[in-house]
């Protein structure tokens, strides 16, 4: 007996079929819906642990602040950190190398990553060096590194003896909000 030319048939009602399609999309449904929101809850986990806000500080951010918020500012230091190869790059390859032109007509047009280092004093009398950034949100950082690439710049401070992290990130906020009401009010 010849198979190989023989088609298979299945004489299966419609409803038969419908029914199980329709069996196999409410489970997939549903099973979608449950790793939906357990991957939603895990990035709202992330979210809130990195920092990704633009209307308030992460956890982390807000538990250094309350930490060492309200102590003195011995110094604040700028610091100027280079883009990576990976970013000049790709940057690069976007801009079809008029990144990399633009580059060698002036030193004035290297971009750097702008970061801000706190010297606080805190109450034993010692030392502690916190790290500011500002990403897509305010990052504070308590270990970080600093590597020969960073040209770090020493910053005059005003009123040296008044001064905290809180006070000088509030300042910056209300000077940011002012000028954004300035810039795009409709009078």
Same mark, same amino acid.
């Given at each position: 007996?010849?198979?190989? +030319?023989?088609?298979?048939? #299945?004489?299966?009602?419609? =409803?038969?079929?419908?029914? $199980?399609?329709?069996?196999?999309?409410? #489970?997939?449904?549903? #099973?979608?819906?449950?790793? /939906?929101?357990?991957?939603?809850?895990?990035?709202?986990?992330?979210?809130?642990?990195?920092?990704? #806000?633009?209307?308030?500080?992460?956890?982390? %951010?807000?538990?250094?602040?309350?930490?060492?918020?309200?102590?003195? !500012? &011995?110094?604040?230091?700028?610091?100027?950190?280079?883009?990576?190869?990976?970013?000049?790059? &790709?940057? +690069?390859?976007? $801009?079809?190398? *008029?990144?990399?032109?633009?580059?060698?007509? /002036?030193?004035?047009?290297?971009?750097?990553?702008?970061?801000? !280092?706190?010297?606080?004093?805190?109450?034993?009398? &010692?030392?502690?060096?916190?790290?500011?950034?500002?990403? +897509? %949100?305010?990052?504070? %950082? *308590? $270990?970080?590194?600093?590597?020969?690439?960073?040209?770090?710049?020493?910053?005059?401070?005003?009123?040296?003896?008044?001064?905290?992290? &809180?006070? /000088?990130?509030?300042?910056?906020?209300?000077?940011?909000?002012? =000028?954004?009401? +300035?810039?795009? /009010?409709?009078?």
């Amino acid at each position: 007996m010849d198979i190989s +030319n023989q088609a298979i048939q #299945f004489n299966i009602p419609l =409803k038969y079929v419908l029914v $199980t399609s329709l069996v196999i999309i409410i #489970f997939t449904f549903i #099973f979608l819906l449950i790793v /939906s929101y357990f991957v939603l809850k895990a990035l709202k986990i992330q979210i809130d642990d990195n920092g990704l #806000f633009f209307h308030k500080y992460s956890k982390r %951010c807000q538990a250094i602040l309350d930490t060492y918020g309200d102590y003195k !500012l &011995t110094q604040v230091y700028l610091v100027r950190q280079p883009f990576s190869k990976l970013i000049h790059f &790709t940057l +690069n390859l976007l $801009t079809f190398y *008029e990144y990399q032109n633009l580059i060698e007509q /002036s030193a004035d047009n290297f971009p750097y990553h702008i970061l801000l !280092l706190f010297e606080i004093l805190l109450p034993d009398g &010692t030392t502690k060096m916190l790290l500011l950034e500002k990403n +897509n %949100c305010i990052n504070i %950082c *308590e $270990t970080f590194i600093i590597n020969q690439s960073h040209i770090i710049r020493k910053l005059d401070l005003t009123n040296k003896n008044n001064k905290m992290i &809180t006070s /000088s990130i509030q300042e910056q906020d209300s000077k940011l909000k002012r =000028k954004y009401i +300035n810039n795009n /009010s409709t009078f």
